[in-house]
């Protein structure tokens, strides 16, 4: 991978921030990450949708344009 792979995952050096280095759990430890990468993208990409909208909103309120039946008060 990298020239310095054996210090990064020995466990003497313990580099690797998690104790699977050399054990049968060190997969279950790059699931976990690919997970939570997964998780995080869907969450900010929700998040920005949330953002992109309120943001078309109020650009459209400001300047006068007619909104959407159901974004007017009256």
């Known amino acids: 991978m990298f020239p310095f792979e054996d210090a990064y995952f020995s466990p003497e050096t313990q580099m690797w921030p998690f104790k699977t280095a ?4 060190f997969i279950l430890v790059f699931l976990f ?6 998780i ?8 920005f949708f949330i953002v ?5 909103y109020f650009t459209a309120k400001n300047y006068d344009v007619k909104l959407p ?5 009256f």
């Open 40 to 47: 995080n993208i869907a969450f900010y990409s929700w998040l």
């Open 69 to 73: 039946s159901h974004q007017r008060y």
């Open 52 to 56: 992109f909208r309120c943001y078309k």
């Open 22 to 25: 050399g054990s049968n759990q």
């Open 33 to 38: 990450l690919i997970a939570r990468m997964l």
